[in-house]
């Protein structure tokens, strides 16, 4: 009887010491997002405004890493159009046809909005993202990095949500 | 700049200055034990094998660039970049020819070359010269006379759909007719030029075109009348009742409503009141009440009202 | 012992069937009030009134046309088929889509020869309960009761052609395949011209008004937030129905929004939301809304009833009304809305009566009526 509470016991620790790494590593996944929205112009951003963008474009990395790190197109679906959208696309196809694949993980993203249009029909963004960056070729990793990037995003509004329509990196601001 | 730490080189403790990438100790080695001396040019070895690959930090966007590798052997390349990851056999101290074709979309390019240990670096693609414009201009209609009511903004892009963030001059022009109403030229900033002006005083289409060099886009907004100013109605019994209609429909600055435009008439009599929501027709609304005592007749559109009637009992 | 179970399971269902057709009604009512739903069973001789009645609307209720249309009495002027048209609606109207579920009844006044019954029949629809009250006369015919049916007048419209001339909206959705930017249509401008939130008997209520400033059609929709004061939403609601959703230009639409059960008492905030799309539309048909007064309906209930005038040659399915009352600011301090369960016909009248509430109606000093419509087949 003893035995077999004992075992009980060990396995439900099991199980929780399982869940709370998988939720950590959940947690750590998801990347964190701040917003400057002070050199905003000519339009106001909203609260509301900013509350989406800061979701959303949250959103869109955790889908983007999903994407590159899986090589499946189906997370690109509703956070990226346009350019953005085909060039994520692409790097998904390409890699996926030479074996390859790219890890973000640890994402950390510094917005800076510089231009929120007169309409509100599209917002620029200045995004300083560090993250740990590997490339893979199978399993063997080639490339394992923590980097610092600039990147320049336009994001307009769709029917319920802000999507990403060009994501340019740069060498600096 | 790209900062990175590259794990493969972690262990990799810097002995003096670096020189082009090899430790400049030489007068240390001469006075040093057998071991180290066998340390140093382990040193000196692994820093020549971080020679192992050069490459432009900055490229055009549809330019071809070029990788120098220096050893020699078989390696793997890799180039990962937006749009691009591709995986292919090189020798080393052989040139790696990137085509321009690879290097089409801005923005940052991993390259790593895989001997023994793995190598990279990194190629900043920028956007090449303006070859398109995207052009919002907001709103689609706009109510004439209204301040700072129009607004464009225009994206410069190369022919790769890359956004330039060079400053590049983009020209609005705004026309309504055969009058101009604005004309300025705007430099971009951060990859986006806007302007914002009042609508015209005239209801019809305007014109609005954003110009770089020989690039053009054009948009066309549609004036409207704003609110109906002295609405007036006059009316008439006949045998049904009332015909009440009013006069030309227009805003204060004399632009007729368009067709469509609601004029709600109410009467009012003993037997209570009508009320009829009718459309503008040919710049007038007309509506049948029915009434057989005198009557109070009234319209209004919007948050606009009109003039009372009051129109005697039937004979 | 074997037969034990069969026997009790028939003697319980007998037993349920008895208690079913004599026991407790559906709904309990007060004394004097006959009622009646659907039930299986036989009817009684009609050797009453009442009974008359209740075999007639049983009937009706059932959809068997004709044993209700042959139990009707000798002074009815009515043929089978108007007589069935009658119950069941026509031309796609609301009753064609609705079921009698309940009715109940009470004599208004009765002798030997002849009584007046007051019935009020709930009826079933695809937008909720309606409740339609009507006197049917009951005559004495050798030993049993008969209702009599009143011949309803038909609008005598003479034939003719109604060119129509009032303009139409389309709407050309760009392809898949629009460049950004380059094809730009933007929604309609709306603006919400007035909002009040008050308690009401079930809970809060937010009204008001909102009118179309554009030169397009715009389909409308209004939610409101109640805020706490830390600014937490407390509830969210939209104004469902009780809105005339597609406005032409420079039409005005009064809204409400009702919070059950939800007290104003902790509200600190109202955050109001107008959505305007782009809609085809027409501008026809016109809909008149003559001798709008302010009344009460023979239940001694407050009611602002009318009659709607179709003045354009297309038949009106399922009208709508809507209706908002002022007080003397000019505050919107009620909106009630109804459906005329008849269609509207070309060039015809239908009434209607939309219900205000007793403590609102002496504040009541003016009022607005906007009718929405559906028509079958027309956007």
Same mark, same amino acid.
């Given at each position: 009887m003893k035995i077999s509470q004992l075992a009980r016991a060990g396995f439900l620790v099991i199980a929780g010491l399982l869940l709370s790494a998988l939720s950590m590593r959940a947690a750590d996944s998801s990347p964190v997002v701040q917003l400057n929205t002070s050199k905003a112009g000519p339009r106001q951003i909203e609260s509301l405004t900013e509350r989406g963008i800061l979701r959303d474009y949250r959103f869109a990395w955790t889908s983007l890493a999903q994407a590159l790190e899986f090589n499946t197109v189906d997370p690109l679906d509703g956070p990226f159009v346009g350019d953005a959208k085909k060039w994520i696309t692409d790097s998904v196809n390409s890699q996926k046809s030479s074996g390859l694949s790219t890890r973000h993980s640890d994402q950390n993203h510094k917005l800076e909005a510089v231009f929120y249009a007169p309409e509100g029909d599209v917002i620029e963004l200045h995004d300083t993202a560090e993250y740990q960056l590997q490339l893979l070729d199978g399993s063997k990793t080639v490339y394992d990095a923590h980097v610092v990037m600039h990147y320049v995003v336009l994001m307009t509004p769709a029917a319920d949500r802000w999507v990403i329509r060009q994501l340019q990196a740069v060498p600096q601001f | 700049m790209w900062s990175s730490t590259n794990t493969a080189l972690a262990n990799r403790e810097p002995v003096g200055r670096e020189f082009n990438g090899r430790v400049a100790r030489v007068s240390k080695l001469r006075h040093s034990r057998p071991f180290v001396h066998v340390a140093a040019l382990l040193c000196l070895l692994s820093v020549c094998a971080a020679q192992k690959i050069q490459a432009p930090t900055s490229v055009t966007a549809g330019e071809d660039a070029t990788i120098s590798t220096i050893g020699s052997g078989t390696a793997t390349f890799y180039l990962f970049g937006p749009g691009v990851a591709s995986k292919q056999d090189v020798r080393l101290g052989a040139d790696i020819h990137l085509a321009a074709k690879d290097l089409q979309n801005a923005g940052a390019y991993t390259a790593v070359i895989c001997g023994d240990p793995c190598r990279s670096t990194n190629i900043y693609v920028v956007a090449s010269k303006t070859s398109g414009l995207t052009f919002l201009v907001h709103p689609s209609r706009v109510p004439v006379g209204q301040t700072d009511a129009v607004s464009g903004v225009a994206f410069p892009f190369d022919q790769f759909h890359n %956004?330039? %963030?060079?400053p590049v001059s983009v020209d609005f022009q705004l026309t309504a007719g055969a009058s101009s109403l604005m004309s300025r030229a705007i430099h971009s900033e951060n990859g986006v030029a806007w302007f914002r002006t009042a609508s015209g005083k005239s209801a019809g289409p305007l014109q609005v075109v954003a110009t770089v060099g020989a690039l053009r886009a054009a948009r066309a907004v549609q004036q409207v009348a704003f609110e109906p100013c002295n609405l007036r109605i006059k009316g008439q019994r006949t045998s049904k009742g009332i015909m009440v209609e009013t006069e030309p429909v227009k805003d204060c600055a004399g632009n007729p409503l368009p067709d469509g435009t609601i004029v709600t008439f109410s009467a009012s009599d003993a037997n209570g009141k009508s009320t009829v929501d009718a459309p503008v027709k040919q710049g007038v609304a007309r509506a049948q009440l029915e009434a057989s005592d005198s009557m109070i007749v009234s319209a209004a559109s919007g948050v606009v009202t009109g003039n009372e009637l009051r129109i005697g009992a039937r004979p | 012992m074997k037969f034990a179970l069969p026997i009790i399971l028939v003697a319980g269902t007998v037993a349920l069937m008895v208690l079913a057709f004599f026991g407790v009604g559906v709904s309990a009512s007060p004394v004097g009030v006959a009622h009646g739903s659907a039930l299986p069973g036989l009817t009684s001789k009609a050797e009453t009134p009442e009974q008359a009645v209740t075999n007639f609307l049983t009937d009706v209720q059932r959809r068997t046309w004709d044993r209700a249309f042959s139990s009707l009495g000798k002074a009815s002027d009515v043929d089978e088929p108007t007589f069935i048209e009658d119950w069941t $609606? &026509?031309?796609? !109207?609301?009753r064609s889509l609705s079921n009698l579920e309940q009715f109940d009844f009470r004599p208004l006044h009765a002798s030997n020869d002849e009584a007046q019954m007051r019935v009020r029949l709930r009826w079933t629809t695809p937008v909720g309960p309606v409740e339609d009250v009507r006197d049917l006369r009951v005559a004495h015919e050798g030993d049993v009761w008969k209702v009599v049916w009143p011949k309803e007048p038909i609008p005598n419209v003479p034939a003719q052609v109604i060119p129509v001339t009032y303009l139409r909206w389309d709407l050309v959705t760009g392809g898949? &395949?629009?460049?950004? $930017? !380059?094809r730009n249509v933007d929604a309609p401008r709306v603006r919400i011209t007035s909002m009040n939130a008050s308690e009401s008997a079930e809970g809060s209520v937010v009204m008001g008004e909102v009118v179309n400033e554009d030169t397009i059609p715009a389909f409308v929709n209004v939610n409101a937030t109640l805020v706490d004061a830390s600014g937490h939403p407390i509830d969210e609601e939209s104004s469902f129905d009780k809105i005339d959703h597609v406005l032409l230009p420079k039409q005005v639409t009064p809204y409400r929004i009702d919070f059950p059960n939800t007290s104003l008492k902790n509200v600190k905030n109202v955050r109001m939301d107008v959505k305007a799309t782009l809609v085809p539309a027409s501008a026809d048909p016109v809909i008149g809304v003559m001798d709008q007064k302010i009344d009460s309906d023979v239940q001694g209930k407050a009611v602002l009833h009318g009659k709607l005038l179709n003045q354009s040659g297309q038949t009106v399915n399922i009208p709508h009304v809507i209706a908002s009352f002022y007080d003397n600011n000019g505050k919107v301090v009620w909106v009630s809305d109804g459906y005329v369960d008849r269609a509207l016909l070309p060039q015809s009248t239908e009434r209607f009566a939309v219900e205000i509430p007793r403590s609102l109606a002496g504040k009541i000093q003016n009022f607005h009526v906007v009718v929405n419509q559906y028509s079958l087949g027309q956007s």
């Open positions: - | %956004l330039v %963030l060079a | $609606g &026509t031309r796609g !109207s609301l898949a &395949t629009d460049e950004w $930017g !380059s």
